[in-house]
């Protein structure tokens, strides 16, 4: 098989440093540089000179870069049967309160386009609260191996016993069939996008993203906004974890659709009715507000409690015992 030929972005990368806005550089270019590593036809050396500019420049940190270069990660990940997905998820889906039965996805993001930092290394909260929640919701959660700390999402679930679950056997073209039979899915990273990270497919209804910096909050929120989604929340706890904290506060950032009173069409319900018309059905607004372990009826518990620095293995026998409930009331990880 030939060689994807490499393409130069060194034009771009004289522009990018040391101060982008002045050399006009915008969003869609940087997008389009980040799409060639996608395609294999970026040299590492390049590669690296990219992410280390966005970094230094602040520019990964801004909501139209994340936006542009999520929607290039998407144009390059596999793609998945939507209608099918839809359907099922019609079908299926269980409405309750303001949760109108979609497709709910989890994600973790513990640094921007650049880099991935690990501040805390703690009990698998997320891929496990992923797995509970999915008793009341149609649920799937991203992940891949561990690259900073000790237990990934990927890690823990293979280390489960007797039988760990087969993780490429969930694939774009069986998720379907999947949930058919569970309200859960775990989406491999690799399966669905070989050649990055964390996929995100437009077909889910409403996101939760974890930040591990508190400053990245509002630029996550936004930049889910402008990818066109309608419901989602960005969380960072107060310790800079991206995972709502069992310790204090977690600060929140929740995407809200609200009726726009100078639409002028049916207002029918549609589901399928694009709000590409101007001016649109619904407005998204974003509510910021705070969370804390009293809010669920809990005591805060320091972080340091919630199993620090342990093996996948161990962190999968805390698992199974949790989900057979034979852990005792006054476990920190519970």
Not at 231 to 248: F, N
């Amino acid at each position: 098989m030939a060689q994807p030929t490499k393409i130069s972005i060194t034009p771009l990368l004289r522009r990018l440093w040391p101060n982008p806005a002045e050399a006009n550089v915008t969003a869609s270019e940087i997008a389009l540089a980040i799409s060639h590593i996608f395609t294999d036809q970026l040299s590492s050396v390049q590669t690296g000179a990219l992410l280390t500019a966005l970094h230094f420049t602040g520019w990964d940190r801004k909501a139209d870069v994340i936006a542009e270069c999520a929607q290039a990660m998407r144009d390059a990940a596999w793609c998945v049967d939507v209608d099918s997905l839809r359907d099922v998820v019609k079908r299926l889906g269980r409405r309750e309160g303001s949760y109108g039965g979609g497709l709910v996805s989890g994600l973790n993001c513990s640094a921007t386009l650049s880099a991935r930092v690990e501040i805390h290394s703690t009990f698998n909260i997320s891929t496990t609260s992923s797995i509970l929640a999915s008793s009341l919701l149609l649920l799937s959660k991203h992940g891949n191996r561990a690259a900073t700390s000790k237990s990934g999402s990927t890690n823990l679930l293979t280390s489960t016993t007797p039988t760990p679950p087969n993780l490429n056997a969930i694939t774009p073209k069986t998720i379907s069939k999947v949930y058919e039979s569970t309200n859960y899915a775990f989406l491999y990273a690799p399966v669905f996008h070989p050649r990055w990270t964390n996929p995100v497919e437009t077909v889910f209804e409403a996101r939760v993203v974890g930040v591990a910096r508190r400053d990245l909050g509002p630029v996550f929120a936004e930049a889910l906004k402008m990818a066109g989604l309608k419901k989602a929340m960005v969380i960072c706890g107060e310790e800079d974890l991206d995972e709502v904290s069992c310790a204090g506060r977690t600060f929140c950032w929740r995407l809200v659709p609200r009726p726009n009173p100078d639409y002028r069409g049916s207002n029918g319900e549609d589901s399928d009715t694009s709000d590409n018309e101007r001016p649109p059905r619904e407005l998204v607004g974003v509510e910021h507000f705070m969370l804390s372990p009293s809010d669920f009826g809990l005591l805060a518990h320091q972080l340091s409690e919630v199993s620090p620095g342990k093996m996948p293995h161990e962190n999968a026998k805390i698992l199974m015992k949790l989900l057979s409930n034979q852990l005792p009331s006054d476990n920190d990880e519970l």
